[in-house]
């Protein structure tokens, strides 16, 4: 594949519908492309998370692997940026091949942020911790396409999912529907075949499930059946 695909944007879909998304960070580092593989046809997207050691108590990767990965699959890369100067890297990651960005609230400078985002091409997320209320992300709802509701504390994967999130879930999806915008709601941290449909009647469309779908022994059943799970909340 040349710069040129890594740097052509794929399509995120339509906002608003039931995407999954697995998370690269539960899988196997030593056999990436593979794993990727393994879960390209049951996939929505593809989340891939992002940790400094500063903003998290955690590194993962960075630009060169996700320009590696890029080369092996098709999938639109919704990437999770849990540091502190996303700024600095908005540009490689771009390059690399991300789709989307997704900067946290908590780290400020959110305005210069999605500007940068925008200038670069690639789909606007910004995310937001547990315990931080729907009110520091509103007044960006109209300037993004995706907000994230963490339900966990961000850092490490195969934590329990935070119900006490869902109620900032509601608020927002309420606020989006109610100014007819279009931005999905992703929740991540947790997310299985039973958190899901509870994270779905509460406003979240876009399902990002780390450990359930690499920690199965068939990773694309997992991400079908949490489709699916979603999808009987809505019949
Ligand atoms: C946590 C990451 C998540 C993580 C989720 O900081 O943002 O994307 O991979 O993992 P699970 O699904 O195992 O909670
Ligand atoms: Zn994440």
New binding site residues.
């Given amino acids: 594949m040349t710069d040129a695909t890594a740097t052509s944007r794929r399509h995120a879909g339509p906002a608003g519908t039931v995407r999954v998304a697995p998370?690269l960070?539960?899988a196997d580092f030593g056999a990436l492309a593979e794993q990727v593989g393994e879960v390209a046809a049951a996939a929505d997207w593809l989340?891939v998370?992002v940790?400094d050691g500063h903003f998290?108590p955690n590194l993962s990767l960075g630009p060169p692997v996700i320009a590696s990965l890029r080369r092996h699959s098709p999938l639109f890369f919704d990437c999770?940026l849990?540091m502190t100067d996303p700024g600095e890297y908005l540009g490689a990651f771009a390059e690399a091949g991300a789709d989307g960005c997704t900067v946290h609230v908590e780290i400020g400078q959110t305005d210069r942020l999605i500007a940068q985002m925008r200038a670069l091409g690639l789909r606007c997320g910004l995310a937001c911790n547990p315990d931080t209320p729907f009110t520091a992300v509103e007044p960006y709802l109209g300037s993004i396409d995706l907000l994230l509701c963490?339900t966990?504390f961000?850092?490490?994967?195969?934590?329990s999912f935070m119900p006490d999130v869902l109620d900032k879930v509601r608020q927002a999806r309420t606020a989006v529907r109610s100014a007819g915008l279009a931005v999905d709601i992703e929740v991540?941290?947790?997310?299985d075949v039973t958190t899901a449909p509870l994270a779905a009647i509460a406003g979240a469309n876009v399902f990002?499930?780390?450990?359930?779908v690499f920690g199965h022994e068939r990773p694309w059943e997992a991400a079908d059946e949490i489709r699916d799970a979603v999808r009987s909340t809505q019949d």
Wanted: without cysteine; negative net charge.
């Fill in positions: 998370s960070l539960a989340h998370d940790m998290v999770h849990m963490m966990v961000p850092g490490f994967g195969g934590q991540d941290g947790g997310i990002v499930a780390g450990s359930a």
